[in-house]
């Protein structure tokens, strides 16, 4: 495993482990902790799941009773798209994470504008159309584009109409301040990796008095909503990670200035380039860019090789490149999706690692641009990390 230098662009991916939740973790690490036991082991070990999820639910406002750990914010997603306002069409975002696009396959994707953000027009027609209660499922940020969404504006349509609405929160927290009472939502999903803790931890907030039927069964658990024996490593990295996210929501005003530097020095170097979400309001952290005729995939091995790690706009497995369904419920045309790169910054990340990178981006693009419209031909055969899985 090799740790994250400072050429680490990839924190919407996943976030390096915050040192005090290594430290939180690795002083628990050892001691027999199941929540369950009666024992004195079990209750330090209910004690500090706890506290956990009281610094869970601190950091979206929520009460800590509102709190369900589940396994991934991805498990956390297909059960509230499962057991929310069962029997009701299932109503999404286009631009949602695949761990909501897969977990129903049958839901009706409600478009976006060319920024990337809900069409709210088109959500109020979908429900008139509906004619009932409808679920909808709708992100905070865009793990892609970084683009925030009008979440209270669509839970308030939607709640008009009798309808209930799931949040994927996952992007945001950190990035935003995240509050669960006015956003209005039903339900909110974290993931613990995206803010510095572990991985392999999510959870699933719920809005005051609203019990589901569990997705995962067999024991009782987080006060019987999730069965199997509580991730207390998890939740503790969890817990110390969420405390840490006012300071993280103080270093987002530096990073928009350091992700504005870079798109300017792209834009400079060559004013063709697009800058995706540009026109919506969006997560300081992150810049979602093309640059015409400079294929992502080989950008993204270059960088590599000058020792940044950043993401592609598109999937790339089996040799063959898919264009992201972010950037195609956008209108993006595939041949310029296919150049798109992501860039996600954190508190970490230096004003010399940002202008470093903009440099080694800036001399790919000369490059291409010297070897003219014929140069060689983009490389598909990397197993890029796919910026719209993660
Ligand atoms: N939702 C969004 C917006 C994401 O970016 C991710 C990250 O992959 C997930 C959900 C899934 O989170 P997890 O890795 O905890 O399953």
Redo the contacts with the bound molecule.
């Keep these: 495993m090799t740790l994250p230098g400072p050429g680490y662009f990839d924190w919407?991916?996943?976030a390096p482990l915050r040192p005090e939740a290594a430290a939180a973790m690795i002083a628990a690490m050892g001691a027999p902790g199941n929540a369950s036991s009666v024992h004195r082991f079990g209750r330090s070990a209910k004690a500090a799941l706890e506290a956990a999820r009281q610094a869970v639910a601190g950091a979206v406002g929520a009460g800590a009773d509102r709190v369900v750990f589940t396994?991934?914010?991805?498990?956390?997603?297909n059960w509230a798209l499962a057991a929310l306002l069962p029997g009701a069409p299932r109503l999404v975002s286009a631009v949602?994470?695949?761990?909501?696009l897969a977990a129903r396959p049958d839901a009706q994707r409600v478009p976006v504008d060319r920024d990337g953000r809900l069409d709210l027009a088109a959500l109020q027609r979908l429900l008139a159309a509906a004619g009932g209660p409808v679920l909808l499922a709708c992100?905070l940020?865009?793990?892609e584009t970084g683009a925030i969404q009008p979440v209270a504006e669509a839970a308030a349509l939607v709640h008009a109409a009798g309808g209930a609405v799931h949040c994927?929160a996952?992007?945001a927290l950190g990035k935003l301040p995240v509050d669960f009472a006015a956003l209005g939502v039903d339900t909110l999903?974290l993931?613990?990796?995206?803010i510095g803790g572990p991985?392999?931890?999510?959870a699933l907030v719920l809005r005051p008095g609203l019990a589901l039927d569990p997705f995962i069964r067999g024991g009782g658990q987080e006060r019987r909503q999730r069965a199997g024996t509580e991730n207390l490593l998890g939740a503790i990295g969890f817990g110390a990670a969420a405390a840490a996210v006012p300071a993280m929501l103080d270093a987002q005003p530096r990073l928009a200035g350091l992700r504005d530097g870079i798109e300017a020095a792209v834009r400079a170097e060559d004013p063709q380039a697009v800058v995706f979400a540009a026109g919506a309001p969006r997560l300081a952290n992150t810049a979602c860019l093309a640059a015409p005729g400079l294929p992502a995939q080989t950008a993204l091995m270059a960088l590599d090789l000058a020792g940044f790690a950043v993401s592609s706009g598109s999937a790339c497995s089996s040799g063959k490149v898919t264009p992201s369904h972010v950037l195609a419920a956008m209108g993006v045309p595939p041949a310029l999706s296919a150049c798109a790169l992501r860039f996600s910054l954190g508190p970490e990340t230096s004003a010399e690692a940002a202008e470093a990178l903009a440099a080694a981006l800036c001399a790919q693009i000369a490059r291409r641009r010297s070897h003219g419209a014929q140069g060689p031909r983009p490389q598909a055969s990397i197993a890029a990390a796919p910026a719209n899985?993660?």
């Excluded at 949602?96 to 909501?100: L, T």
């Excluded at 993931?191 to 995206?194: E, I, P, T």
Aim: charged share 15%; net charge negative; aromatic share 0%.
């Design positions: 919407n991916a996943t396994g991934s914010a991805t498990e956390a997603n949602e994470h695949d761990s909501v992100m940020a865009n793990n994927d996952v992007q999903s993931s613990a990796h995206k991985a392999g931890i999510g899985g993660l």
